[in-house]
């Protein structure tokens, strides 16, 4: 048998180009619904496979028509993703990977947020903004600039398993005086159903002195060109939950992990722990509990100071109290009261707490959200 025979496509474009090309041999295959609880978007009926293949053949032929022109470099030519039509925002997809999923078999909350900062990158590079550091201005660079998430807010109404394959779209704009804002809206590329949002502020700092710096009007002008026109949020909604002040986790703690020490992985080309770091501490000191019987639907991070790589972190989680909430069967024998009613179907919210071991110094406050897991 030759080498050729055994070669197998190696990135997203080879597989997605593979499965165009297999749908004339294969049956239309019927895929089974699931059920999410709690979701406030209505999925629409779900495409054949035969019609999505075709999207996503036409999609792969404009990627080679752009790799037959040489335009862009080859990362450019090999992505599946480009800025949208008018230019003001731009849209990917990925294929989840098996290293991607966890223990329910669907992609992590950790997964998720990488995607979102990829696509972030990826949109602010398709505009020429510079690869060293995330998305820095020409401005930015000249006078050692970089952004820092201050707050991030995720919600996800249904997680994409193991070779599902999602579409993000993402735009940035003005946040006042002293930073940015950037959303996210996250489908599953075969229904158009959305399974997710997000949202996040990031401020100004100085990569020298690492302290915060006002957003000056030469990098206002720089970047708010490839910003939408009118205000477009990915939660229009009045008192939506990422709008929540989150209150401090006093101690003692319900549940903790100590000792929590960075890898020289967790380290990003900013030279301080990734924000999707944080993310993973924040649930090591969930109880088991809850994570055998719940999935997170939503979690809230607030960012308060810069954990460098020789830093000892503390987690520190709690139930929420909320009044008229009863405690969930799970958490009975415990002094604190989850949020859980039956009104909230099996919801239950936590505070969170990241603080430097020793000091006590805060790094970050976060609020999750969890619903009841669901048979598949």
């Known amino acids: 048998m030759s080498v050729s025979m055994l070669k197998a496509p190696c990135n997203a474009a080879d597989q997605l180009q593979a499965l165009a090309q297999c749908r004339a041999h294969a049956a239309p295959l019927r895929l089974p619904r699931r ?55 731009y849209k990917e997809r990925f294929i989840v990977r098996c290293y991607e999923v966890g223990i329910n078999k669907t992609a992590t909350v950790e997964t998720i947020a990488n995607l979102l900062q990829e696509v972030g990158c990826n949109h602010a590079q398709s505009v020429g903004f510079s690869t060293d550091g995330f998305a820095t201005t020409h401005t930015m660079r000249k006078l050692h600039l970089i952004w820092v998430t201050a707050r991030m807010h995720i919600e996800i109404y249904k997680y994409p398993a193991w070779s599902d394959v999602i579409e993000i779209e993402t735009w ?20 158009g159903q959305v399974i997710g949002r997000a949202t996040s ?9 690492r302290r915060l710096q006002k ?41 903790y992990r100590l000792g929590l020490v960075p890898r020289r992985a967790d380290l990003d080309m900013n030279q ?21 019987t719940h999935e997170l639907q939503t979690i ?14 503390d987690s520190l989680t709690s139930p929420e109290p909320t009044e008229d909430a009863k ?24 505070l969170h707490l990241l603080r430097l071991s020793g000091e006590g110094l805060e790094i970050n406050r976060g609020r999750t959200e969890w619903r009841k897991k669901t048979a598949r």
């Open 215 to 255: 957003v000056s009007d030469d990098v206002r002008d720089e970047y708010l060109i490839y910003c939408p026109r009118e205000l477009r949020l990915a939660f229009p909604e009045e008192n939506n939950s990422s709008l929540r002040k989150i209150s401090k986790l006093e101690d003692p703690s319900q549940y």
């Open 172 to 191: 940035c704009q003005g946040e006042g005086r002293i930073g940015t804002r950037r959303d996210w809206i996250l489908k599953d590329y075969a229904t």
């Open 300 to 313: 809230t991070l607030d960012y308060r100071r810069e954990c460098q790589h020789d830093d000892i972190v």
């Open 272 to 292: 301080h722990v990734n924000n999707v770091t944080y993310i993973g501490w924040v649930l090591e000191s969930m109880p088991q509990e809850i994570i055998d």
């Open 201 to 209: 502020k990031w401020v100004m700092m100085n990569q020298d002195t």
């Open 327 to 350: 405690t969930i069967p799970e958490l009975q024998g415990t002094n604190g009261s989850a949020t859980a009613t039956k009104g909230q179907q099996d919801c239950c919210q936590f």
């Open 35 to 89: 059920r999410i609880s709690g979701v406030s978007f209505s999925a629409p009926p779900r495409a054949p496979v035969v019609a999505v293949l075709d999207r996503v053949a036409a999609a792969d032929g404009e990627q080679s028509r752009l790799a037959a022109a040489g335009s862009g470099n080859l990362a450019d030519r090999l992505r599946l993703g480009s800025l949208t039509e008018d230019r003001l925002s």
